[in-house]
């Protein structure tokens, strides 16, 4: 099982990715692959976003198995674009947990209760 959490506190934003998914082989893993490649795009936003002082980053760790990305939002009138960012990202994870829910678990959280595997479970899949 993939597990997968993001909260936001204030102007920090935090996400974990840990574990592996389990559809297939190593290297033949759909789904592990989906997941990581957001983890890698939210680590490279992160990043230039960061070099627009938008953000300062404070972690961006990305191993086999692992994933751990925090970064504060130091330009508040870009808030918009942060959350577009953010936004984005955590729908594709919202999308793999609900097309894969033996293999990817997901948690938001934003100063409320989590919502496992996103906030819109109304979406129709195009599961396999």
Sequence with gaps: ?????????????????????GYARKGEDIVCAACSILAYTLGQNARDL????????NRCAIEEGEAAIDF???????????????DSILRGYELLASNFPENVQYCRQRGEKAKPRGYNQDDTSDRR
Excluded: C, N, P
């Design 50 to 57: 960061e070099r627009s002082r938008i953000v300062e980053v």
């Design 1 to 21: 099982m993939l597990y997968v959490r993001y909260d936001k506190k204030r102007d920090v934003h935090r996400l974990r990715v840990k574990g592996h998914a």
């Design 72 to 86: 504060a939002v130091i330009d508040r009138s870009k808030e918009a674009v942060v959350q577009l960012v953010m």
